[in-house]
């Protein structure tokens, strides 16, 4: 599958991310999460996302537990994580889910997530999107 998408997307932020200082990552932006703990939220995204999507490239998935994102968020500590560590262990993660991604069988694109009613090629498309709404808020 396709993961120039997921690409573009690490090339334009990551350095946008990794300029900003401890200060401005500690500040809510939105209603309730600082930008450490919006990244956080996304690091805690692509570890679920890619436990989907390699156990959907082997076939039907049922039964896999979602996540509650603010128990997730809470748990990983995120608030006081230092920020530089949290932006490359982001970039780096992405980097190998764009490399699963790329492995992904066209064949498979098509296995279902019979509990959610999607299939894998939506998922992979969603996480994208997911991903930019997130980082678009990291500027207000």
């Known amino acids: 599958m396709d993961a120039t998408a997921l690409l573009e997307a690490l090339a334009a932020w990551h350095p946008r991310l ?13 209603s309730r999460w600082t930008r450490k ?20 490239r082997q076939g039907e998935l049922r039964g896999f537990p979602g996540y509650e994102q603010d128990a997730w968020v809470e748990a990983g500590g995120y608030r006081n994580a230092s920020w530089s560590q ?7 993660f992405n980097l190998q889910l764009a490399a699963v991604i790329r492995e992904i069988p066209e064949a498979a694109a098509a296995n279902r997530w ?27």
């Open 86 to 92: 949290l932006v490359s262990l982001w970039h780096l």
């Open 18 to 30: 990794a300029k900003l200082g401890d200060a401005d990552a500690g500040q809510v932006v939105g």
């Open 37 to 56: 703990e919006l990244l956080g939220h996304l690091l805690d995204s692509a570890v679920n996302n890619h436990q989907r999507f390699v156990r959907l």
């Open 114 to 140: 019979v509990d959610k009613d999607v299939d894998l090629a939506f998922l992979v498309r969603d996480y994208t999107a997911h991903l930019l709404h997130h980082l678009e808020r990291m500027r207000a």
